[in-house]
């Protein structure tokens, strides 16, 4: 077993990749009466087009299977996996994003049963095509569900503005139409592709025995069967650099209008080190501009163009990311106009200097060390990192080492006029009577 000594953090990581291929990753926190574990594989709602394990052929597959799959992983043929959680005191739930599926529980007792649970009923699929069936009027109702609630249409509708061919801009529950697609052999060949260990990360946070968790482990997976790790051929579309979609409005049942100001990055095969320091130096640079301390926030909220709902945010994935800044407002028009000045005002002459960069240097520094105490905050932001080949815990000494011209550099990767977009929320005309 690998021991990583974070001394600046106080932090001690204990790592090993096992004989199947799956990373196990434990974190000891001395003191913590909860502990927090996730269960993640790289495949999320933008894997829809592959080569299937043991199979020669790309395939593509309907839209938000992973999602179909992640709901399907707790109905096993001898009950819904939740209660066994329940009755073992932990509190269990999962999620799926654009990039990965994480199976997760909390729980401040019985941790190895819950652990053991937790690998068992993820390597352990069980789909009929009546379960099947059913899950479908679920999940639909769930899709419409989200497709009435305007800010989950104007996150979504901003993205599918920046990609024109990128399965990002696909929702990850996909469309009441795509998921009628979906079979139980569907589900088994996803599965079969992206749920081998070697494509998976196992994360413990909490006050564990490190030596005797990682021995659990071990013995739990020596006990299953697997096949030989194979390399998982993902397909992607061309995307060119310009957005999509310049500009579209949507009306909906709402007293305010909404706006997101949408950027697509430059530079998107950015991985590892890299990637890490321009994602920190790019949301550090949008600190400066749009932040809650800065000149437009205020300027913005004391001509009342923004309000509580206010939000700047920039993520980046390997092939894919955005920089949002938006609010709900009853002066879209100027708002957006203030936006594309602060945003050309900056490309002209970048305004800040070594003591701006300190400042938001030591404020987000302050907020990582602050999450640190949050197992919840490791354990998902955890597997983010390492499914892109960067730690965690390098992100202090990253953001130390940053200077005013990575600011610059980073920005410069999403500044360019044909890479921005924009997406309103209008109230319906009756609405406004």
């Known amino acids: 077993m690998h021991k990583v000594e974070f001394e600046q953090l106080e932090e001690t990581l204990f790592h090993e990749k096992l004989d199947n291929g799956l990373n196990v990753y434990i974190l000891p926190k001395k003191g913590f009466s909860k502990t927090f574990a996730t269960f ?82 993820v390597q352990t699929p069980y789909f009929t095509e009546k379960t099947v069936e059913k899950e ?85 997976q020596a006990q299953r069967t697997f096949v030989e790790p194979t390399e998982i051929k993902r397909i992607y579309p061309d995307e060119p650099k310009e957005v999509a979609i310049k500009e579209r409005v949507l009306e909906m049942s709402v007293q305010k209008p909404k706006v997101f100001y949408g950027i697509k990055p430059e530079k998107l095969d950015l991985i590892g080190p890299d990637m890490l320091k321009h994602e920190l130096a790019a949301q ?53 106009k203030e936006i594309k000045h602060t945003l050309q005002n900056a490309v002209e002459k970048w305004p800040f200097g070594q003591e701006d960069l300190d400042r938001v240097r030591r404020k987000k520094i302050g907020f990582f060390m602050r999450a640190l105490n949050s197992p919840e905050y490791i354990a998902n932001q955890f597997t983010h990192y390492a499914f892109n080949e960067m730690n965690l815990f390098d992100v202090v000494p990253v953001l130390e080492g940053l200077e005013v011209s990575d600011l610059q550099n980073a920005f410069a990767l999403v500044s360019h006029e044909p890479q921005h977009s924009v997406f309103t929320i209008m109230p319906t005309k009756k609405d406004e009577q």
């Open 284 to 336: 550090l640079a949008y600190e400066l501009l749009f932040g809650r301390t800065s000149d437009f926030y205020h300027h913005a909220y004391e001509n009342d163009w923004i309000d509580e709902s206010y939000s700047f945010d920039y993520s980046l994935e390997n092939g894919f990311g955005y920089a949002l800044i938006g609010s709900d407002t009853h002066k879209p028009e100027i708002l957006i």
């Open 40 to 121: 993640t594989t790289k495949y999320g709602s933008i894997d829809n087009h592959f080569v299937p394990q043991g199979g020669t052929e790309p395939i593509k597959v309907p839209d938000g299977i992973a999602h179909f799959l992640e709901h399907k992983m707790f109905e096993k043929e001898e009950g819904d996996v939740f209660q066994e959680f329940s009755k073992q005191g932990a509190s269990a739930n999962a999620f799926t994003s654009f990039t990965r599926t994480a199976y997760l529980f909390s729980a401040t007792g019985e941790i190895d049963k819950n652990v053991k649970t937790l690998l068992n009923f």
């Open 136 to 220: 479908k009027g679920i999940i639909a109702q769930e899709i419409t569900m989200y497709d009435d609630q305007p800010d989950w249409r104007l996150y979504f509708g901003i993205i599918e503005n920046l990609y024109k061919n990128h399965p990002v801009k696909i929702d990850i529950a996909g469309t009441v139409e795509s998921i009628q697609d979906i079979t139980a052999e569907h589900l088994y060949t996803c599965y079969n592709t992206f749920y081998h260990p070697s494509n998976m990360v196992l994360f413990v946070v909490g006050n564990v025995d490190p030596e005797q968790m990682m021995k659990l482990v071990k013995e739990d």
